[in-house]
């Protein structure tokens, strides 16, 4: 570290000598996944933490990495859609309590509950009250932790988001994804999480009867599945983004 505060990086590699920090580029596809090979339990899990606080330092000090940490951890779904505007995304509730839910769920008057079951990751959407009534949570005073959003209908629209370029890998609604409404929101929802250092998301909208959009989830881990299709696309944005394709940065998002 220099006097004025700027920092210099040097990475040794055995094998490929040492390279400087401006030579380096990061892409952090998932900081969760290492765990070493075949290992489980204390000793694993402390050297999959030992591993993310290494790439954390490295990251932080680096100018060319895709999906920074943040101050305190890696960002998930609840952190970025905080950063987001609160009239483009959908009110989260989260309880313990079914039947606080459901009342909360009819004053909002939704067509639609989206329900995830913290403990268990099970999913579900709800139309009816009875559907998630105290037999599918435990009843009162369980340990079922909620999380819902109160949506206006389970067609989808998902956008993966690479730099200054998107690609619509699904379009449930049949929302005119060229127009430039829907251009113009979803160049807004890059800028805002480019702000907090994540360049490569996939972002799910629920559309109403009228096709106005919502976000729902942001998934700074996209499920390869959902871009196999363009994955050569994909991939030669991201080298682009990290400087060793096309200079980044010189296409808008379309």
């Known amino acids: 570290m220099e006097a004025n505060g700027r920092t210099r990086v040097r990475l040794h590699l055995p094998g490929h000598g040492t390279l400087h920090g401006d030579e380096v580029a990061v892409f952090v596809r998932n900081p969760w996944e290492l765990v070493p090979a075949g290992r489980d339990g204390p000793d694993a899990r402390f050297a999959a933490d030992e591993y993310r606080a290494a790439l954390w330092s ?4 680096l100018p060319n990495v895709i999906n920074r940490p943040g101050p305190q951890a890696w960002p998930d779904d609840p952190e970025l859609r905080r950063r987001l505007e609160p009239s483009t995304v959908l009110r989260e509730y989260w309880t313990t309590d079914c039947r606080r839910l459901l009342d909360g769920w009819a004053r909002r008057a939704s067509p639609e ?4 079951d913290l403990l ?13 009534g105290p037999e ?8 079922a932790h909620l999380r819902a959003l109160f949506a ?9 988001c690479v730099g200054h370029r998107s690609f619509t890998v699904l379009n449930e609604p049949g929302v005119d994804v060229g127009a430039e409404p829907y251009r113009k929101l979803v160049s807004d929802l890059a800028a805002a999480l480019h702000g907090q250092g994540t360049r490569f998301f996939a972002v799910a909208l629920v ?11 942001i998934l700074p881990v996209p499920p390869f599945a959902w871009y196999r299709d363009i994955s050569d696309a994909v991939h030669e944005q ?8 096309p200079e980044a940065g010189t296409e808008d998002v379309q």
Not at 208 to 215: A, G, M, T, Y
Request: charged share 20%; hydrophobic share 35%.
């Open 58 to 61: 490295l990251c932080a000090f």
């Open 113 to 116: 509950l989206h329900v995830e």
């Open 120 to 132: 268990t990751h099970e999913r579900r959407i709800v139309t009816e009250a009875g559907a998630l």
């Open 136 to 143: 599918n949570t435990g009843g009162p005073g369980t340990t």
């Open 152 to 160: 206006p209908s389970s067609a989808y629209v998902i956008e993966l």
């Open 207 to 217: 559309a109403d009867e009228r096709h106005r959009l919502s976000v729902s989830r």
């Open 238 to 245: 991201l080298c682009a983004e990290l400087g060793h394709g």
